[in-house]
């Protein structure tokens, strides 16, 4: 009838649907049946979307978002706003890991930081004298040790994961953990540097709730890479390589390699990449690639 999953229709609410007055928490559980739809003006206390949950903004129609408090993505989960309304306190990002494999992960909201009890209240695991399992991508001169991998050490200052940065991060559990990013909604375009040093590749990341198109961050950021490689590389665990993408959709919380065309430059991902792939594969990345001894 048109009205299926929009939240203007008070049928779609176990309970009535939310005041407007900002006192309410709202839930679209993991395995809401219908993408929900924000039609209507919402001024709540908080929403959470469960694991997968796609919530659509619809600009339509004149209906402002306002979240006082925390804004909370389930692993998978996507939201693509409509920027000029919407109002959110804070974002929190959870991303998911089934293993204890490496990832190539990034934050999706700003003003994280990590240090020791990030990395204990996340599961990261411990490697080598102070290594700990969470690493920066530097392509300049190798460590003669670690290579280009740059680990966290055990009792390091607090240091804020960037926009659009991608991190290395391993968990301790061999079933995996959540790890949670916790901080600022992020919105609008956001810049990550790259630059050509002793390698041209340069690890970024998804800094949006939302998946991005890649045939579309690719189109915006073409003068920047090789013509031979208008690519995305992501790690294609099942065969054991990185694979290049030049379409679909990456994840929130997505890391990936690009190759720099340019001394020094920026990717920039933009609002307009943002879109909705529930079916989109969460790459991961390996020992096989990134190596940590871990005793």
């Known amino acids: 009838n048109g009205t299926v999953g929009k939240t203007a229709n008070n049928g779609n609410w176990i309970f009535d649907k939310p005041s407007t ?10 395995g809401t049946p219908a993408s929900p739809e924000i039609n209507a003006v919402l001024n709540v206390k908080s929403i959470s979307l469960g694991a997968g949950v796609t919530l659509i903004h619809n ?104 926009a659009g940065v991608g991190y290395a991060l391993k968990a301790t ?55 031979s490689a208008q690519t995305v590389y992501v790690w294609d665990a099942a065969n054991g390589t990185y694979t290049g993408l030049t379409s679909g959709y990456l994840q929130p919380g997505q890391g990936f390699f690009v190759d720099s065309d340019v001394a020094s430059s920026t990717v920039d991902f933009t609002a307009a990449m943002q879109g909705h792939d529930g079916g989109a594969t969460f790459y991961k990345s390996s020992e096989t690639s990134i190596k940590l001894a871990v005793s």
């Not at 007055?21 to 993991?30: A, K, N, Q, R, V």
């Not at 934050?107 to 695991?125: H, L, P, R």
């Open 21 to 30: 007055d900002g006192s309410e928490d709202i839930l679209f559980p993991t």
């Open 59 to 162: 600009d339509c129609c004149n209906s402002p978002i306002t979240v006082d408090n925390d804004f909370v993505f389930g692993s998978g989960s996507s939201f693509v706003p409509n920027v000029s309304t919407v109002t959110i306190g804070s974002a929190v990002r959870k991303v998911e890991v089934k293993d204890d494999n490496w990832h190539l992960i990034s934050s999706s909201v700003g003003t994280e930081e990590y240090d020791d009890a990030w990395v204990t209240a996340n599961g990261i695991a411990s490697g080598t004298g102070s290594n700990k399992g969470i690493s920066t991508y530097d392509n300049g001169t190798p460590d003669g040790t670690t290579g280009p991998w740059r680990y966290y050490q055990a009792g390091a200052t607090a240091t804020t994961f960037g």
């Open 173 to 227: 559990d061999a079933t995996g953990d959540i790890y949670e990013f916790t901080g600022t909604y992020q919105t609008g375009t956001i810049s990550s540097a790259i630059t050509q040093d002793a390698t041209n590749y340069n690890l970024v990341g998804n800094p949006y709730n939302a998946y991005i198109d890649v045939a579309a961050f690719i189109t915006e950021n073409t003068a920047k890479f090789p013509a």
